[in-house]
């Protein structure tokens, strides 16, 4: 019996999020027949920097989640925003059982979701991590956990997982520019994200890397390694 396609659920705290860390890798699922869904559990309308609030520039959620549907057009991948503010995110009960709410609906098989070494990064990215594998651990279908790259470049993040995303970083590139309320943010431009997709290759892969290939990196928690066919 043929195992049950995948159904890959991306957790990540804001509207921009799931695009620096993983756009690469839900279309590389895409293209493997994998559901695919986002879920953006913060509506971002706090991602305005205070010098630009001090000049008068605000946002609605609404921008926000326009931003995100461009960002995935004609990708087949869906996006789901649980409307969470942004700024104060903290892994208790209700974000938890929204989380695991969503995760049992879509059958998730494979979680992808911020690091949980993500400390020195922004402070929803940990809170969402922490509250995604906690519902993760929930429901009986989830088997792979991946924690995408901090944007942040310190932190404590050891990544053993490689995904090529060489054909597909152009995408990437056009995904984060269609952010544009966030333009001007040093990790949204195309400069970082083809050093970062570089760089996941030279420090994991040089032979690849050198070879021209370019690479998502994430850090793995398996729940289960192997089971029944049939019975994932
Ligand atoms: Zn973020």
Redesign the pocket.
């Known amino acids: 019996m043929a195992a049950p396609p995948e159904h890959v659920v991306a957790v990540?705290?804001?509207p921009?999020?799931a695009e620096?860390m993983c756009y690469g890798t839900l279309l590389r699922y895409r293209e493997q027949g994998a559901a695919v869904t986002v879920v953006v559990v913060t509506t971002g309308i706090n991602g305005v920097s205070l010098a630009d609030r001090g000049l008068g520039v605000s946002l609605t959620g609404r921008e926000r989640t326009d931003e995100s549907a461009a960002s995935y057009a004609g990708s087949g991948i869906d996006l789901v925003t649980l409307g969470f503010t942004d700024g104060a995110l903290v892994p208790d009960r209700e974000l938890v059982s929204h989380i695991e709410a969503e995760l049992a609906r879509l059958g998730c098989t494979v979680l992808i979701t911020h690091s949980l070494h993500a400390g020195p990064?922004?402070q929803?990215?940990l809170a969402a991590a922490q509250a995604a594998v906690n519902a993760a651990t929930r429901i009986g279908t989830c088997a792979t956990i991946l924690h995408g790259q901090p944007?942040a470049p310190r932190g404590d993040f050891h990544p053993t997982v490689l995904v090529d995303i060489t054909d597909l970083l152009p995408d990437k590139v056009k995904a984060l520019a269609a952010h544009r309320s966030q333009a001007g943010r040093w990790y949204l431009g195309a400069e970082f994200t083809r050093h970062r997709a570089a760089e996941a290759g030279w420090s994991l892969a040089p032979v690849r890397a050198a070879a021209g290939r370019r690479f998502e990196a994430f850090e793995t928690s398996l729940i289960s390694l192997l089971a029944p066919e049939g019975d994932r």
């Open positions: 990540v705290a804001h921009d999020d620096l990064d922004h929803d990215h944007h």
